[in-house]
């Protein structure tokens, strides 16, 4: 779980999903994320505007740093493909649902502290490369989203190592 910036309007809670293969030096595998929704108005128009959502999946890619038994510093890369959905919110009548394709990439530093052999508690610090931007625009009022084209994604959670 984490906090996305950048992909919407606003910072957003972001909750991912990762699974992989390890080995001491290297990391890999597959990620899901979905970023919660959040609201943004027209700009200079507070009485419209939109609900903004994103889901994605990706593969990724680290080196590991083993500076001891317990603890790790992975340095990790990752390419995501995604829909980013909005729907009009506000004084618009009908209020329209649309959905664009969505591309980042992303890439930074980690740390992964073994609780146990088959436990352990991990954070991320990613900067994010919006590479394909969907524009949602308010017609004749512009657009609330998502003009972005820098984010960054910080993430904190549990890996379990299965055998």
């Known amino acids: 779980a984490g906090l996305g910036l950048g992909a919407l ?11 992989g293969a390890r080995g001491r ?18 700009p200079g128009h507070p009485e419209v505007g939109g609900r903004f959502w994103l889901v994605s999946g990706g593969v990724y890619g680290c080196g590991v740093l083993r500076p001891g038994k317990r603890v790790e510093f992975p340095l990790c890369g990752a390419l995501d493909v995604g829909v980013l959905g909005g729907r009009g919110v506000g004084e618009l009548m009908p209020a329209r649902a649309a959905r664009s394709p969505w591309l980042g990439l992303s890439a930074g530093p980690g740390v992964h502290v073994a609780v146990t052999r088959r436990l352990a508690v991990q954070a991320a610090l990613e900067g994010l490369a919006v590479l394909a931007r969907p524009r949602f625009e308010i017609s004749g009022l512009g657009a609330p989203c998502c003009g972005q084209v820098v984010g960054g994604q910080l993430t904190a959670g549990l890996a379990v190592t299965l055998p």
């Open 9 to 19: 309007p606003k910072p957003a809670a972001l909750l991912r999903l990762h699974v």
């Open 25 to 42: 030096r290297f990391r890999a595998g597959a990620r899901a994320s979905a970023w919660l929704p959040r609201e943004a108005a027209a």
